[in-house]
């Protein structure tokens, strides 16, 4: 069985994502999604509301798990058995910092690849912290999140 380990913030979860776990599954038998905390970011919701968010997306697939991360992601991945490390790309400002991330991965546990995938053209501009500022300018955001990650925004601001 092959198994990756899709790894961020998800602060919150975009439809951006969900394309990429998506199309992950079609690569892979198992995809890990591991939650974790920026440390250059001011979180919005806590690790435990974005794991049940996203848990909430996939609770009937069993290609699917969603866990938070603590620590290094390549001992999570070693933890878990796991070789293939998937990063999404929305454009080419992303690969430099992606880039630099997988280097440091593959310097810190050698027998980790990093795969990447891009997400969907219609998806290219979508970032978490967009979303974010959408929602506090009370714009509709139907488009960019799941339905239930819309209400959970809207809900998180009162």
Do not use: W
Request: include cysteine; charge should be negative; proline fraction near 3%.
């Amino acid at each position: 069985m092959t198994k990756a380990i899709y790894a961020g913030s998800f602060d919150p979860i975009t439809n951006g994502h969900v394309d990429i776990i998506n199309r992950a599954k079609g690569i892979f038998d198992f995809v890990y999604v591991a939650v974790s905390h920026n440390l250059n970011k001011t979180a919005f919701f806590t690790i435990d509301e974005r794991i049940s968010l996203i848990n909430g997306i996939f609770k009937d697939d069993p290609k699917v798990e969603c866990n938070g991360l603590e620590g290094l992601l390549v001992d999570y991945a070693q933890k878990k058995g796991v070789s293939i490390l998937i990063r999404g790309l929305r454009a080419v400002s992303d690969f430099d910092v992606e880039f630099q991330m997988s280097l440091t991965n593959r310097e810190l546990a050698p027998k980790i690849d990093t795969v990447f995938l891009m997400t969907d053209s219609k998806y290219s501009y979508l970032s978490s912290s967009l979303v974010k500022e959408l929602v506090h300018l009370k714009a509709d955001i139907e488009d960019f999140v799941p339905s239930h990650v819309k209400d959970a925004l809207k809900e998180k601001l009162k």
